[in-house]
């Protein structure tokens, strides 16, 4: 007897299973008829994750550059503090040295006021002649007696003033040693990622950078003025370090951070700028508008202010723009940073 029974429906997500598997095996099978494979589409997003954390490793090198400059300074304001805190103590020795016996007597003793032990003196006796010893030192050793308590006054706030300057330094020593790590590890990351391309690919990236070194060479500038005759300095010194590397933290002569070159050059020109890019952004005077700029110019890239360069005319921007780089003249429009602003200086 037949049965009446309707036929069982194969299972959708079954089906769905198979469908999308044929579709693998004519994709797989299409593939393998062409000549040349299809390119790892992960090779691009290797060359844009390595300019990703060079970029990172930049930022990372101007936030170094400026707890270096504190720590410099906060150790110059130390070894100061340090040296007048010696010589002051020699000071006071000597004025020590200079009370006599009774003043002496009297400072070991406490420091209290002469007048005041004299008329607590347990031999009344001795008054008159503890009278006249006070009449003798009320002129020289008395003046003497306050410049020692003065002198020690000053010392003790110096020494206290060292003692927070030299927990300030702790601390600035312990940043510098977080971001040269972070600036490490960025550029070891980049490095590890530019390992894993093909040797084709790698030479393809060096002739990129090749390209731009050229171009570089052959770049038109114009002839126009600098906004001021330091400017124009600083300019020509920066234009003397052009085929020098950049390297993190570095401020000349012969390898160079961004800011690095901007306040090594404008050094060659007399003048003392800041040492960071965020410091340098808020100097002279600013420009907003890039057709405003004049060569010498000093051009703020980047929302955060971590990069600078000089405008070196004709739309170019001469700056030591990232590691594995050198000093170069680049078309801003093709850095690959936005413009913020400019600063104009001397």
């Known amino acids: 007897m037949a049965s009446h029974r309707r036929p069982k429906q194969p299972n959708r997500a079954r089906t769905a299973v198979l469908t999308t598997a044929a579709a693998a095996v004519v994709t797989l099978t299409s593939q393998s008829a062409q000549a040349d494979p299809l390119p790892d589409p992960n090779k691009k997003g290797v060359k844009a994750e390595v300019d990703r954390l060079y970029e990172q490793a930049t ?30 103590q020699e000071e006071l020795n000597k004025l020590r040295d200079g009370l006599g016996s009774l003043a002496t007597a009297q400072y070991r003793s406490g420091g209290m006021d002469p007048s005041v032990q004299l008329f607590l003196s347990s031999t009344p006796d001795s008054y008159l002649d503890k009278a006249a010893a006070l009449d003798q030192i009320s002129g020289r050793q008395l003046s003497t ?92 010194a920066a234009k003397s370090r052009v085929g020098m590397p950049y390297v993190w933290g570095a401020n000349g002569p012969n390898s160079f951070d961004c800011s690095g070159l901007t306040s090594w050059a404008f050094t060659q020109a007399g003048i003392s700028i800041p040492r960071t890019s965020q410091a340098q952004a808020n100097i002279g005077t600013r420009i907003n508008s890039l057709s405003d700029l004049k060569p010498g110019d000093l051009i703020i890239m980047r929302s955060d202010l971590s990069h600078v360069g000089f405008y070196a005319g004709n739309g170019q921007i001469l700056h030591s723009p990232k590691p594995g780089a050198v000093v170069r003249y680049e078309a801003i429009s093709t850095s690959g940073m936005p413009f913020m602003w400019g600063v104009r200086v001397g």
């Open 59 to 88: 930022q990372a090198t101007e936030k170094y550059n400026g707890a270096k400059e504190k720590n410099d300074e906060l150790q110059k304001r130390v070894d100061s503090l340090k040296d007048a805190v010696a010589l002051g």
């Open 145 to 236: 007696l306050k410049k020692v308590q003065a002198k020690q006054q000053t010392l003790a706030q110096q020494r206290e003033e060292a003692s927070k300057k030299l927990a300030d330094l702790e601390s600035t020593r312990k940043e510098l040693k977080d971001k040269k790590k972070e600036i490490q590890g960025k550029l070891a990351k980049a490095q590890g990622l530019l390992n894993t391309l093909s040797a084709k690919e790698r030479a393809q990236i060096a002739a990129e950078e090749q390209r731009a070194n050229r171009a570089s060479q052959r770049v038109v500038l114009g002839n126009e003025a600098s906004g001021s005759q330091r400017a124009a300095a600083a300019f020509a």
